[in-house]
């Protein structure tokens, strides 16, 4: 009788130790973890950067998988007029100029959040944020207003021509990359004279300034660490079709500005290396 039961018995001990034997192996290969996260305090593990402020809460935004991040926005990709980003959140109102209220999209909020406290960590202090998410409508507004001073201005143009020196700073409507509540534009208090210029405004003098700033070259050196890249560099207006702006970061993720850093590639020059 137990060699009966035992000949009954065995075959299930096989297979319950068959299946503990493939758990075991699909959690070696899985991990227990959100790919996006990093253990340790102010390290990221995955990239191996160190940090000298204590960034931990938002390691796990700085290098996001989903590809909405590497979303192309120009004068020939235009978002439309209904695009909203899909989770929008408030900056502090401490780190934004003059107290405005500006909002981002989550991850390219945390990761600014990570990157002003890097800057602070390391004795750059007074920059906040001048621009982040903009709606089509306030776009539109931009736009109509830059086209009545650029009329002002030179009455003698066409309007075409009025249009064209527009957009060599600002974009239509639905064309525009705060639309997509992915980057953000930065002043600093480097800069206080100006502090009545909006970045909202073309072509003004903080506009220029910021490249001669302390802010600026530790961006220059340490954006891509953070997920984000200078969007609209100095020698690429060919290819990006907008004048040079060093205020302007758009966020892509660690991997994809760890390479454009690498490579000295603007946005648009990755996307069709990588297509």
Known sequence: ??????????????ILLA??????IFSACTGSGNENESSGNGKNES?????DADISQYLRYLNPKDSQYKLLVNKKNPLGKNYTPSSLVDIDTSLTFLG???????????????????MKADGIRGVYITSGYRTYEKQSSLWYTYIEKESNAHPDWSSSRIEQEVLTYSARPGTSEH?????????TGEMTELVNYGSETPNNPYDIGFAETAAFEWLSRNAYKFGFIL???ESKEGITEY???SWHY???GQAAAAEMHETGECFEEYLNRIS
Do not use: H
Not at 4 to 11: D, G, N, Q, Y
Not at 19 to 24: D, E
């Open 47 to 51: 990239f191996n950067y160190s940090f």
């Open 243 to 245: 004048n040079y702006e």
């Open 1 to 14: 009788m137990r060699k009966a039961s035992f000949k009954r018995i065995f075959p299930l001990i096989s």
């Open 231 to 233: 969007r609209y560099p």
């Open 179 to 187: 639309q997509s509540g992915l980057c953000i534009d930065f002043i």
């Open 19 to 24: 299946l503990s034997s493939l758990i075991i």
């Open 100 to 118: 405005k209220n500006i909002e981002l999209e989550k991850y390219t909020a945390m990761a600014a959040l990570a990157m002003l406290a890097e």
């Open 250 to 252: 758009r966020f892509v």
